[in-house]
């Protein structure tokens, strides 16, 4: 039996276009905003999913179903549990295009400030050796790609808190100060909290911590027994795990003083609220996000995630997390995409030489208004932690869901 052959002329069968990649994106509200998963949809022609969540519950996601998800897109101290759950794979920075402009103003930024405490540093566990170790040494394969970072402190209403505390420097402190009882909010999330909450205890002279970012055991038992207490004496208003909590008590005045991140201070300068970020004596708490690529992603799906990566590094994204108060690592790669006054004032300290937009488009930032701390480098310059994933880590999740639980 002859197989039949096509000839000249004859019409070709229609060929079966493959569907389009599906990325899907785990991580938290700091970074997963819908206009960026439009834009980057638009302009990659893929389909792109995200599933914002709590850093813990992301956290915990991210290890045990790491085949639910292609890029875990949150902050470089939640890799010390999941880069060692195996749930992530290396990323050739071969394959991303900035690479070269992040190192250089990362290194340039992260090695400066008053913290000198390696372990602390996000560089620390940025590159993998062949045997899966992390170090600062350069090879051809990271953790994950680093993405925005910034340094925290807590945001305050400043009328209530002249008249409560009159002519008082900011400090850590306020968050544990009696004179605010019952209008304090603390972030829930146990690796921020303890942090927060060590750096206030120091300030008031309730407790002494070697290393505020690394606790023992004792020093975790020490730190939940001043907070249940304070807690019990109905201290803290609340106790908050998404910053859309926290805005609306700011809004209506229940809360003055609490741990608060830049997106909910844009989100209150957009509603119009008077909310001041402090600059703490004791200074600031720095912390880096980053993007990591699932253990289970692999082909069109791997192909798509670098492709998002190179993306969000481009400038477009990176110029929306500044309006939110953010800074980018490949920040020349925004400036196209920001005004010269925006520029002046998120990254080089200056005072807006106009009303500058918030993310939405709005103007949200008076002419005039200078960011507090300044510039971009005096900030990073005056950290007195970073974002650390403590050796107790589990003891001290324990000891702070009791916290939380009582």
């Keep these: 039996m002859t197989k039949s052959r096509s000839k000249p002329g004859d019409l070709a069968a229609p060929a079966i ?18 206009r960026i998963r439009l834009k980057a949809q638009q302009d990659l022609g893929i389909d792109i999913v995200f599933a914002p969540m709590d850093g813990v519950a992301a956290q915990q996601v991210a290890v045990r179903h790491p085949g639910t998800y292609d890029l875990y897109d949150h902050w470089f101290h939640s890799l010390d549990v999941v880069w060692w759950s195996g749930a992530l794979q290396p990323i050739d920075i071969r394959r991303i295009l900035s690479w070269d402009q992040i190192m250089h103003r990362d290194q340039a930024l992260r090695m400066t400030g008053r913290v000198d405490r390696s372990r602390s540093m996000p560089l620390s566990r940025l590159f993998v050796s062949p045997d899966r170790r992390l170090g600062i040494h350069r090879t051809e394969t990271v953790t994950a790609v680093p993405g925005v970072y910034n340094v925290d402190a807590f945001g305050y209403l400043p009328g209530p808190l002249e008249a409560l505390l009159p002519g008082e420097a900011e400090s850590w402190g306020w968050l544990l100060d009696s004179r605010l009882s019952g209008r304090v909010a603390l972030v829930a999330d146990p690796t921020i909290g303890a942090a927060e909450a060590a750096l206030a205890m120091m300030a008031q002279g309730l407790a002494s911590f070697e290393d505020p970012a690394d606790l023992s055991i004792a020093e975790i038992d020490t730190l939940v027994r001043i907070l249940i ?13 998404s910053v859309s909590d926290v805005v609306p008590l700011l809004e209506d005045g229940e809360v003055v003083i609490g741990s608060l991140w830049a997106t909910a201070l844009a989100g209150l300068w957009s509603r119009g609220v008077d909310v001041r970020n402090a600059v703490p004596l004791e200074g600031y708490r720095g912390w880096h996000g980053c993007m990591a690529l699932s253990g289970r992603a692999e082909g069109r799906v791997a192909d798509a995630a670098y492709d998002y990566l190179n993306w969000w590094l481009s400038g477009w994204a990176g110029a929306q997390m500044t309006r939110h108060g953010l800074y980018v690592s490949a920040c020349d790669n925004i400036r196209p995409h920001l005004s010269m006054a925006e520029w002046f004032f998120w990254y080089e300290g200056k005072p807006a030489p106009s009303a500058l937009p918030g993310p939405d488009g ?21 950290i007195a932690l970073w974002n650390t994933t403590m050796r107790e880590h589990n003891y001290l999740v324990r000891r702070w869901n009791q916290f939380l639980e009582t």
């Design 17 to 34: 276009l493959p569907a389009r990649p599906v990325l899907r994106v785990l991580g938290t509200a700091v970074t997963l905003h819908e």
């Design 229 to 241: 207490g304070r807690k019990r004496a109905g201290h803290f208003h609340t106790l908050w795990r």
């Design 362 to 382: 709005s103007l949200v930032i008076p002419a005039g208004t200078t960011r507090s701390g300044g510039s971009v480098l005096d900030r990073i310059s005056n």
